[in-house]
């Protein structure tokens, strides 16, 4: 459907450049805008001199395959994979994505997830904070910048699949409290504050779970213990574990 690099012997349905893209199933859509998916996008990239600041996406579609840009405006963070729904309990589309809790120097900020309502998907509404380090997260580690040493990249959102069920949130935990050796740092940026933090490790996530009875306060399961972690040092998944979009019943399982 889409030329990249001279041909479209391809599997791309969305040309880009985006980031962090979601498809899911409207309800409340007509047939004509049924799979919905929204994702950063990167207007000018990669040309330094024709880049913009980033935006937020939104597509409709009727089968998955054949997309069309649609409207939206939204302000401020919406980096990584947002998680959006229509959530029957508010009556409204629910949209879950990053949001950076910000000081006046960058290298203390931290990452956190932020909840926002719209009855349009265009106009939204009720941005508030609802997954970010708590205090026995930040008594984990010191770290040289002031950062808290853990902070969530992200997060994965969803009903318990039962009409009475809870939200389930399975939350990118961000570990980050060292400073790396030499070879290991980024050093992309050239700002020395954003450095300190390029330059953190170990780097790593693990996932951890929480529940909700409306989907705002979240409480944690599990004490610290993460839902589930990386491998052992070496293996595929020695770095990242990274939750997708949704959990897909199988049977009773």
């Known amino acids: 459907l889409h030329e990249l690099n001279g041909n479209r012997r391809n599997n791309i349905v969305i040309p880009g450049p985006d980031g962090g893209a979601?498809?899911?199933?409207?309800?409340q859509a007509s047939p004509e805008e049924r799979y919905r998916s929204q994702a950063k996008?990167?207007?000018?990239?990669?040309d330094p001199e024709k880049?913009?600041?980033?935006e937020f996406r939104r597509y409709a579609s009727p089968d998955g395959i054949r997309w069309k840009r649609m409207?939206?405006?939204?302000?401020?963070?919406?980096?990584?994979?947002s998680i959006c729904f229509w959530d029957e309990h508010p009556g409204r589309y629910v949209l879950y994505t990053r949001k950076w809790?910000?000081?006046?120097n960058p290298a203390k900020s931290y990452r956190a997830v932020r909840r926002l309502?719209?009855?349009?998907?265009?106009?939204?509404e009720h941005d508030q904070i609802v997954l970010q380090a708590d205090e026995s997260d930040s008594q984990v580690r010191k770290t040289p910048t002031g950062q808290p040493p853990i902070d969530y990249y992200g997060a994965a959102v969803f009903h318990y699949p039962s009409d009475q069920g809870p939200y389930l949130l399975l939350g990118q935990?961000?570990?980050h409290w060292q400073t790396l050796p030499e070879e290991q740092r980024w050093g992309r940026s050239g700002d020395p504050n954003k450095a300190m933090i390029e330059r953190l490790g170990p780097g790593t996530f693990d996932v951890r779970l929480f529940w909700s009875r409306d989907g705002i306060q979240f409480y944690p399961v599990g004490d610290q213990r993460p839902f589930l972690s990386p491998g052992p040092d070496g293996s595929f998944?020695?770095?990242m574990i990274w939750i997708m979009p949704n959990p897909i019943p199988m049977g009773d399982e």
């Open 71 to 81: 409207p939206v405006e939204l302000k401020g963070d919406m980096d990584t994979q």
């Open 101 to 104: 809790i910000r000081f006046d």
């Open 237 to 239: 998944d020695s770095r």
């Open 51 to 54: 880049r913009k600041p980033e």
């Open 117 to 124: 309502e719209s009855d349009d998907l265009v106009q939204w």
């Open 22 to 27: 979601s498809v899911w199933i409207d309800p």
């Open 173 to 175: 935990r961000f570990l």
């Open 41 to 46: 996008g990167y207007p000018g990239w990669p």
